[in-house]
Each structure stands twice: as structure tokens, then as C-alpha cells.
């Protein structure tokens, strides 16, 4: 079994009136990617402020790396490189500076730290250029750098690619896979680019309105993204009552145009096929198709049908 | 709290306004020495020697808005640009970063204090002849109070800064608080004693009279307003 980097335990957060999170259970195991998705809202946010301990959760409990807030937890987080929303830069100094203070403030004794990880993010050239003067690619970078710099067994990074070109998010992601793999850190990353995700998570964590609804391995989402049966015909209410009626257990979704989508088991099809022709349904396409993880994302958020 | 102290450092050297407000104090020093004592206050007073210059300085809140102005500004810039962030990420416990920000505060404006002073001195030295006539050793007694009263000023102003929670509200308030305690009160409150004793106006002469009384209040401000401000931190959401 691997060792537990992150446990929650019903965790909760209220503002005022709203739900940010509503019970969040979640275990993320050592050296894994993992991609937390949902949309503007969900949670993302403030989930990993709360496991970053800048904001107190209502209720509820977590354990990083085996310990639980308190004294041994502080000491736990110098082990954690967060970057959540933009990186905390100091703008007026410089690239060099904003990495050594954080080399300071996470107690690295290591002098050469500093150097190293500016290098290792591809701005050595740029270390002495004060840090309001970065444009967004490089002030991510540096956030990284400075996420890097106390040699992290976990990273919690919030929207690392946004504002970044198609280049700066290859070289990123390529950076994280390098970090994963050598220094063996688990790293949890959000994004809205979820084809990116898609690219670089080993595990998938889809929230929404506060509430975890999926969790799933790169595998077994590659699974369920894959196919899916597309139909259209005459009467979808009719269609629908058969759907819950024989087949309770699957997920599907009623779309513009007559078109209605069943997710994850293919072989159902020809059952279905002779259900909708007993009840004199006219059936103008029963076809098998791929979905997108942006799709499979609506599918499981929003437009799903029977949740 | 060691490195957090060094990181502390680190910022208040290279902390622009305070530079400013040096440059301030030494312009208001030019012109107080290019202009010298007026006559009449020499009279009135009945200053005589240079160590007035010091009994004068030392216990001169005139700058009381100028330090609510560097400290909102030190504490609550922190907040704003979510550099603050990065201290509570990495595990540095939120009394520590009180603490440290009060020190660091209390290092500003006790060279503010110390410079006015000096530029007592140096006024009163040029009116009278530069001597230490009158100066005795309880003249540090009487400054060590008044920086006591300098700390636990700081950290009034730091709860503030923090319960605002970001750069600009916090000027507004600690301006004002400032203007309004340090500045404006104390042409009413003159002769109150609870208010005279409290850190808004610094010890007014090197009496036990003035002196225990003033330390005392000190000592009971800096000890409710660090845990105040430690309970409010503690439970404070850093979350913009």
C-alpha cells in the first residue's frame, strides 16, 4: 500500500450563508499526479487553501503526511510547495530574492538551493529582473522555483498553467512530470484545461458545489471517456422511462435535438435496440461514439439527466 | 522565528516609505536647524540647555501619524500583495509572524523616534552650546520606558492591520487612529491622567511618577494586544 500524503475527513467549509465545501473525503497516496477538476466555484480553491492552512475549515479534520494540525503539522508543511491562484511574489525584488527568502523561510540549509532551482525552471537569465517586471509564464515559473526550492514531497499547485502559451505549458507540464518522477513528490494541480490534466494527472478528483462526486485513475477514466452509446428518435420521454426502468444503473444524458447520451456500457445496446422498437419508438441513429474528458466532465457536473 | 526574523530584516531594509519618511524627518530637521528656536518658546519654556532638546524629543508624539501610517504599511502590504501567504504555507506559526511584524515595526519607529530626538539635541545644542550638562543616567531609564511605550504603540496599530487585512484599509485606519489618538486628543485629554499615562503620550519626565505609571500601562497594553491580536489572527481566514 502506499504511504497517504493527504487525508480529509469530512472536511467542511462555510461562508456566511454558502457551501464552499461540503464534506470532502480524500486520500492522495505518495507520488501520485493528481488533477482536481471542476468548475469555477466548485471548491478547488478553497480546499487547497484549507490543506495549505490559510483558511480554517468549518468542520471536519486532515492529516498531511500523517499528522493533523498542530505542532507537528507546521513542521510537515516546510515538506509542502503551494502555489494556490498566483505565486506570493514580492514584486520589487528580485527573482533571486523571492526564491532565497523562501530557501530561508522553509528552514533549507542548502545555499546552492537557490541557484539550482531558478535553473531548473529556465530563469537563470532572468534572476536578477525584479519580479513585477515577469510576464505571467515566468512569474509561474517562479512560483514554481520557489514552491521547489525546500525540496517538497508535495506540491499543491492552483491553476499553474493559466495565462500560460501553449510552449510555457508543454515545458511546465513537462517540469512536473520531471519533479514526479525524480523526487518522487506528489503533486496536486487544478486547472480548467482539462485536456492538459488529461496529459499530465495519474488520478482524477472531479468536484462540484463543494462535493467530491468522482475519483478515478487515469485508467479507468481513459475507460469511461472512450465510448459511449448516442441515440435519437422519436420520443425521448419514453426513451428516458425505459432507461430508468431497465437500465437504473446507467448514466446518461438528454441533449438538444433529440439526442440522447448512455455512458459506459456499450453492450446494452442491442437490449435497448428491442426495448425501443416494443414500444414503437422510430430510431433514426443507435450509435457508438467517443467523449472528450471536457465532455465527460459535463456529462458527470451537469447535464447529467439522473443525478 | 530566527528565519523569520532574517526575512524580517531582509524587508525593512528595503522598505521604501520608511526611506521617505527619513528624508521627511531630516527636511523638517534642515529647516528647524536653518531657522532655529523661536524666542518666545524659549522664553515661555524656559529652555536653557541642550539636554532640553532631549527632555523635549523624547517624550514628542508628533510623528504619532506618520508611525500608524509605517506600520499599516509594513503589515498590511504583506496582506495585499499575499506575500503573508507564503509564511503561513510553510508552517510558521501565526504568533511568530505577530510577534516578528511587531518587532519589526518597533525597530522602524524607534529609529524615527530616536532621529527626532537627535534633532532635538542637535537644535537646542546649536541655540545653548553643544554639552552633556543635565544629561544623567536615568535620561535611559526614561528612554527605555518610552520605547516600551513605542512597543506596545506598535502593537496597537499591528491589530489593527491585521483585523483590516489589507494595505489600504489599514492606512486609512491607522492614519486616523493615529491622527486622531497621538495627535488630536491630547489637546483635550491634557491633565487626564489615564490618558497622559498611556502609550498615545510618551512619559513626560523622568519622575517615578511619570515613569512607573507609564511602564506599567505599557507593559498591560503590549501583553493584551499581542493575545488579542494573536486569538484574532489565529482565527482569521487569509483568504483573498
Known amino acids: 500500500m502506499s504511504e497517504i500524503i493527504l487525508e480529509t475527513r469530512n472536511l467542511t467549509k462555510h461562508y456566511k450563508n454558502a457551501v464552499a465545501l461540503d464534506n470532502v473525503s480524500i486520500t492522495l497516496k505518495k507520488n501520485h499526479i493528481y488533477g482536481f477538476i471542476g468548475e469555477n466555484g466548485a471548491g478547488k480553491s478553497t480546499f487547497m487553501k484549507v490543506i495549505s492552512g490559510l483558511i ?105 498553467i493559466n495565462g500560460l502559451d501553449p510552449k510555457n505549458i508543454v515545458t511546465l507540464r513537462n517540469m ?13 494541480v487544478s486547472s480548467h484545461i482539462l485536456s492538459e490534466l488529461y496529459l499530465l494527472a495519474t488520478d482524477f478528483i472531479f468536484i462540484h458545489k463543494g462535493r467530491i462526486i468522482e475519483t478515478v485513475t487515469h485508467e ?23 432507461l430508468e ?26 437490449e435497448l435496440a428491442k426495448y425501443l422498437m416494443e414500444a414503437g419508438i422510430v430510431v433514426s441513429e443507435l450509435s457508438e461514439k467517443e467523449q472528450s474528458l471536457e465532455e465527460y466532465f459535463m456529462t458527470i457536473t451537469g447535464g447529467k439527466a439522473n443525478v | 522565528m530566527f528565519n523569520l526574523m532574517r526575512i524580517e530584516s531582509f524587508k525593512l531594509k528595503r522598505f521604501t516609505p520608511f526611506y521617505v519618511s527619513l528624508l521627511l524627518v531630516g527636511f523638517m530637521m534642515m529647516v528647524t536647524l536653518v531657522k532655529g528656536l523661536k524666542p518666545d518658546a524659549v522664553a515661555y519654556w524656559g529652555y536653557t540647555c ?21 506600520i499599516a504599511w509594513y503589515v498590511g502590504i504583506d496582506f495585499t500583495e499575499r506575500t503573508i501567504h507564503r509564511a503561513l504555507t510553510t508552517g510558521t506559526k501565526r504568533w511568530m509572524i505577530v510577534v516578528a511584524k511587531i518587532m519589526a515595526t518597533s525597530i522602524l519607529t524607534l529609529i524615527m523616534h530616536l532621529l527626532l530626538i537627535l534633532e532635538d539635541v542637535i537644535v537646542y545644542g546649536r541655540t545653548f552650546g553643544f554639552s552633556l550638562d543635565g544629561f544623567v543616567p536615568r535620561d535611559l531609564l526614561w528612554l527605555g520606558v518610552v520605547v516600551l511605550q513605542l512597543i506596545a504603540y506598535n502593537a496597537f496599530f499591528v491589530l489593527i492591520s491585521v483585523i483590516c487585512g489589507n ?10 487612529v493615529s491622527a486622531i489618538c497621538g495627535n488630536i486628543l491630547r489637546n483635550f485629554f491634557a491633565g487626564f491622567y489615564v490618558y497622559e499615562h498611556s502609550f498615545f503620550c510618551f ?34 481566514d487569509v483568504a483573498n
Open chain 1, 56 to 160: 480554517l475549515p468549518t468542520a471536519g479534520e486532515y492529516s498531511l503526511m500523517g499528522e493533523s494540525p498542530g505542532n507537528a503539522l507546521d513542521d510537515k508543511r516546510k515538506l509542502v510547495g503551494t502555489m494556490i491562484e498566483d505565486p506570493y511574489l514580492f514584486p520589487k525584488y528580485t527573482v533571486r530574492q523571492n526564491v532565497e527568502l523562501q530557501r530561508i523561510l522553509v528552514g533549507n540549509p542548502d545555499k546552492m538551493a537557490t541557484d539550482r532551482v531558478i535553473e531548473q525552471v529556465g530563469l537563470e537569465e532572468n534572476k536578477n529582473k525584479k519580479a513585477k517586471k515577469l510576464s505571467m509564464g515566468m512569474k509561474q515559473r517562479l512560483g514554481l522555483a520557489m514552491a521547489m526550492v525546500g525540496n517538497p514531497q508535495f506540491l499543491i499547485l492552483d491553476e499553474p
Open chain 1, 176 to 188: 512536473l512530470k520531471q519533479i514526479n518522477k525524480e523526487k518522487e513528490c506528489t503533486i496536486f
Open chain 1, 220 to 242: 479507468e477514466l481513459e475507460e469511461k471517456c472512450s465510448q459511449y452509446i448516442q441515440l435519437k428518435d422519436n420520443n425521448v420521454p419514453e426513451t428516458v422511462t425505459i
Open chain 1, 245 to 270: 426502468k431497465h437500465f437504473p444503473d446507467v448514466v446518461y444524458k438528454v441533449e438538444a435535438g433529440d439526442v440522447v447520451k448512455i455512458y459506459g456500457k456499450l453492450e446494452m445496446k442491442a
Open chain 2, 50 to 70: 541642550m539636554h532640553d532638546g532631549f527632555v523635549d524629543g523624547v517624550q514628542d508624539c508628533s510623528l504619532a501619524f506618520l508611525f500608524g501610517m509605517l
Open chain 2, 167 to 176: 494595505v489600504y484599509s489599514a492606512l486609512f485606519a491607522c492614519v486616523a
Open chain 2, 203 to 236: 512619559a513626560k519626565s523622568s519622575q517615578n511618577s511619570d515613569l512607573i505609571p507609564c511602564a506599567i500601562c505599557a507593559i498591560i497594553a503590549l501583553v493584551i494586544l499581542v493575545a488579542v491580536t494573536i486569538v484574532v489572527f489565529n482565527k482569521r
